[in-house]
């Protein structure tokens, strides 16, 4: 079966700091990557995605994120955070799994950037 | 770019009534929307699949009697719950895949999402 594993719940980081946040997928079929930001009370917004290509792909607001296939990850990065940056993040995958197409997403991570 | 819509934002309603919650694709044709709930300090989990025309896919554990989907037209796709209780109360969020677009799994957009609260 497939799953979505974001190994950390919460994070905590200064303002200005770098973070990463991990994600760690399990599927028997070829999925498609993707990180998702939401604020409270909101729906979600795409930070970037993996579809194919270079490993590592840039998104919005200065994240990235590097596909490992071998350790099947796809941890989310910033060299340098801002307290605007807190916010809850969604690693998802999609894919045409057994009875279409889906999309699983992660528990979440919790961002919590202080001053 | 691609937008959803969903409306209400926010409802309250009474124990056993019934809510209807609209999706819609704005600015493209959808033939499939998915509707997902989430709970407080939790993830988005997939409710069904609603495909335009025929009967929604509901996933596993998902009463498909309480939650009534209909997706009558391309723009369109409806959720109502049905005899609703306090634990219906969720945050519920469509997304919609472009029809037009290449077949890439890139084109799914979300809707902003409905608070749910059933007092």
């Known amino acids: 079966a497939q799953s979505v594993t974001q190994l950390d719940s919460q994070v905590p980081v200064f303002e200005e700091a770098p973070v990463e946040l991990r994600c760690n997928y399990s599927?028997?079929?070829?999925?498609?990557l993707f990180w998702y930001v939401q604020y409270p009370n909101q729906g979600l917004q795409l930070l970037l995605k993996?579809?194919?290509?270079?490993?590592l792909v840039k998104g919005i607001n200065g994240f990235e994120a590097e596909f490992n296939k071998s350790q099947t990850s796809f941890h989310l990065r910033k060299p340098s955070v801002h307290i605007s940056d807190t916010a809850e993040y969604f690693c998802?995958?999609?894919?045409?799994?057994?009875?279409?197409?889906?999309?699983?997403f992660g528990a979440g991570t919790r961002l919590f950037v202080k001053a | 770019g691609a937008v959803v819509s969903q409306h209400p934002s926010r409802v309250i309603c009474k124990s056993g009534t019934s809510v209807k919650i609209e999706c819609r694709s704005l600015?493209?044709?959808?033939?499939?929307m998915f509707w997902y709930r989430q709970f407080p300090k939790q993830s988005l989990m997939l409710m069904a699949t609603?495909?335009?025309?025929?009967?929604?896919?509901?996933e596993q554990g998902v009463e498909k009697d309480k939650f009534l989907i209909n997706h009558a037209s391309l723009t369109l796709s409806t959720l109502t719950v049905t005899s609703a209780h306090p634990e219906d109360s969720s945050f519920y969020i469509c997304?919609?895949?472009?029809?037009?677009?290449?077949?890439?799994?890139?084109?799914?957009?979300f809707g902003p999402g409905t608070r749910l609260t059933v007092l």
């Open positions: 600015d493209f044709q959808a033939t499939t």
């Open positions: 997304s919609a895949r472009d029809l037009g677009a290449p077949r890439r799994t890139d084109t799914q957009y």
């Open positions: 998802a995958v999609s894919a045409y799994f057994t009875g279409g197409f889906k999309t699983i």
């Open positions: 599927s028997s079929v070829s999925v498609y």
């Open positions: 609603s495909n335009e025309g025929s009967k929604a896919t509901y």
């Open positions: 993996y579809l194919s290509g270079s490993t």
